[in-house]
């Protein structure tokens, strides 16, 4: 993404801010990046020690200092943001506006409220923080194609879906019949619970079937879904194959400049002109 | 689908009902068919949450009065359709037919005969009506590459299955002379229920091998489950590539014979004649 | 496999016997095929009955003469095969006259030696006879691309499970150390049993990480798992591909004769010949 | 890796030292590597009987001395590959070099050491051995396909694995919410252990949700990572199959310029030309 030209050109100050902040093909800016992909994850790993007791209760107090320097931190990285974008407002609505914001609300929540302790897990969000820094990374292009090859079977997956989720209301409802409360399926939604568990080849084996008659509908179930997990690979292999083959042929038309020719294309499939 | 013309012309009205209820190209047909999947859903989510012990206790008169709504409305639709086809007993005994019927049967069977309450529980059947409004939708053609796929692959996935129940029917022989009743193997059916658990990379941990030569066969039927799942994977992964090639065009050039052009191909990615 | 025609001509009954018992492609050889599948199936079936313990003792008796019944007929056929062929001790000593001499003999043995009860859950080894059957019949085909792409896969399948089996040493040395005896891992092989339950993800559960660091270690090795899997499907799926295109075209080269050339293939790829 | 010609040729001593030790085409060095193959085997397995507890107490002395043979024959040969090779520091500070190392010392130091019972489990390492050898077999090409692939799908597998890490964080805080400490969700560590048990399918059931949100969330992070583990599974898949062809032949045709001829093609299968 490529600064903007626009009319009104920015105020040097604010322009070198910007540069700094969103881009990453300036030294400065790549030494941003990577000091807050530091941060992130640094402030994720204290989110997630000072949640367990023992650490909590020995260096409680040096974490949420450093918690709050984070918090401090990222409270003027979310202002410098601000400043440097040409549509405050337009940028403090998008996905990762939101995203910068909810890095600092929760301490700031929990100072405020001292009933929020609850909130504070909200923080582990700030590793979503991260995708952003990676947006300008070299593994786009990897990403892309992954996101291509998903969102090119999304409908097949939908449809795999459904009939996931059918077979799953039905075989729950199957089970609730066939061994009832005393053995653990106590309702159609445990029933669709433990199908999700079998059918996805989970198996925690806390809700197990113990009648005879319920084994063998399990077995019947185990063995479909170890066949339906087929279709989803078959699925996202293909278009991966597809959106590979696309990615790796860089080749324009010369004719009409039409790409995303095959590898062994000798001819554009679009004019007809030697490629 | 669309109306199929005939000698005798039918009625207005059978006609246009036929259309609102059948087909959904009309703005009527259209708003009928989320009416419908609207029905479906709430009535299922209603069967789910009434077989919740503590939302039935509190909760079990609205829902049996909702319950009775729902029945209302799809014996009066199920009315509707007898009267607006052409051949009512050819629809009564088709596949949806039937399902159709058992949307309503339940409940009224319910009502007559008061020992019948476990019958109750076949109503999440009603599910399988919401594929009759998606046969109409957009979703038809992935479907339909699906099946395909499915369908190519079905005898390569019955010798594939014949495989795995032979494995199933002897490793749970195995296992129950190796562990033996003691260690809850006590039959060859429980045996092959633990088979089919392990293969399939279930595992509940309800029944689990406690010897040490047990161990090391399941260990081995583990290893062998683990490049068994490959195979129909493999399957219908290169069947679905097939499916979706020639779903994508079965044109052949006219200067080279080449086939598996693309959906937007003009010319000959070959040779470059025109298709 | 047609009759061998051999220079000493076989006595007609001989001849007769072989085609009905060996071949199927005569309506006798099929009705004997469809009569032998029953009488297996039916006997692994008792087998696997005989061995509940509340059908043993309700049914055992009728059971026991029903097994006597089906050793009758298999020792019968037994004897008609080694009859019907020209050299009864190579068909004796081949796979499948193993295969069907395992058929009759525990149950003589029981007989015979009464300690032997335990020989008795040999029978279900008859299942295999099962093979025998459909190797005549139309799934050959179909059995005959998996098994090319399985031999095909073999040598990278090979290597694969060196690897798995590496880890899976590693890691329940790892593990026995980590987690050690209290945790139930008191052994290094108990280890490796723990292993291959979490790289296969089967998970039973009977053994899980107790330990901070063994949990941690144990989630590297899913992750690892869960990555690994891929390999072997992927292996798989492009051998079958490459089996299933040579299979699917019948092209000869009218040139050279050669066969197996890709659906594209618009010259023959050994002498250049248009196909 | 031929024997390098270097300017001052070695010793006649060495260098016939150097061939048996390191290469594997003359009888000698055939003859040792199978030797060295076994002693590894053996050695290892031993290890593996010593740790559990009914066999050290009964052979454990008859172990030992087995323990001490094997450490002496892998000194000797560490010896021996240190006097034969030309350059000795470089080769004790290679990777193989080191695992050579790995081999002799724990046994040394715990008889010197009293105390370092606990190293003598890092001599299972003594498997990776087993690489050096196959290193020289033919085995080489298909593990070099298996590893081309996973070089080439490096990229998108990190991406993966990063998606799937960030779900894992994100997961296991919010169980630690849901769930909490008394159903054993103590900690978001926890919860991220959890988290990687439930999304590998391998489902242990030491941890599973207990409360209705926490099942319910629990379903959707199942069906989630039934689909997630399409993807690496269709990363490998893809790049399996360009190695693969591209392992098979990398000739273009001088008529045409197609690439991926088989392997056995003596003309174009498109133009007919000769390759």
Redesign the interface.
Known sequence: MPYPSEQSAPTGLRARLHTIIFESDTPAGRAFDVGLLWAIVLS?LA??LE???AIRLQYGEAIRVLEWCFTGLFALEYGLRLVSVQRPLRYALSFFGLVDLMAILPSLLSLMLPGMQ?LL?VR??R??R??RV?KLA??LG??D??LT??RASR????????A?L?TV??M???M??VEG?PNGF?????G??WA???????????L?P?T?PG??I??VL??M???I?????????????QA?RQAIDPRACPGCGLQG??????????????L
């Not at 106590?186 to 445990?190: G, L």
């Not at 999700?196 to 806390?206: A, P, S």
């Not at 020719?261 to 030697?274: E, F, I, N, R």
Request: include cysteine; glycine fraction near 8%; charged fraction near 10%.
């Open positions: 994720v989110v997630m949640s367990v007791e609850s897990v582990v969000l590793l979503l991260v995708f990676l070299s593994f990897q990403a194609v992954l090859a998903l409908q097949k997956i939908i449809v795999f879906l459904g996931v059918s209301v039905i729950g409802a199957v609730y019949q409360a106590d309702s159609i939604p445990r669709m619970y999700v568990v079998t059918m996805t080849t989970v198996g925690y084996g806390d197990a113990k005879v084994q063998f399990a077995s185990m063995i879904g170890y066949g997990i087929a279709v989803p690979t078959g699925i996202v292999s293909v278009e991966l194959a590979t020719h095959d590898l062994d294309a000798v001819h554009c499939k679009h004019c007809g002109a030697s």
